[in-house]
């Protein structure tokens, strides 16, 4: 996994609307990448519906969450109306993973990304990760220790 301290690879993918995002346009602003496996699977529902009850706390110190996993933008869009949640949600379906072994979050027996946390800095460089079981759900106040960890050094 991508440790923190290095630079994050850019990346432009696809969100559920058919947008093009990169990380590029969120220089400036902390960002949380949520890799996920897999839309409509029990923990990442829970997961993203958790993160989008705290979504409004996050924004307020700054922070952008951009949920990845290998699912098409269809099934996203479909993800994200069933949950009602607002995060964004982009694809990484083609090639199919890539963006996941660029942050060594890829599990080659499963075919998806693992479930991980990366914060990247406003300067573009990863200041905190955390990786997660694919059964464990991270909870959100990982991300607000890791903010706080990350604010006093």
Known sequence: ???????????????????QV??????????????YPADFSPVCTDQLSVYQG?????EGRGVRLLGI??????????FQTQLDITIPLLADFHPKGDVARAYGVWSEDWGQSGRALVMVGADGMVEWTHSSSPLEL????????????????
């Open 1 to 19: 996994m991508i440790a923190p301290g290095e630079q994050a690879p850019d990346f432009t993918l696809i969100d559920q609307d058919g947008n």
């Open 54 to 58: 705290v979504l409004g706390e996050l």
């Open 69 to 78: 996993s290998v699912d098409g933008a269809f099934c996203h869009k479909a």
């Open 22 to 35: 990169s990380l590029a346009d969120f220089r400036g602003t902390t960002v949380v990448l949520v890799f």
């Open 138 to 153: 991270p909870g959100p106040e990982l991300i607000f220790d890791a903010l706080e960890q990350c604010s006093t050094v």
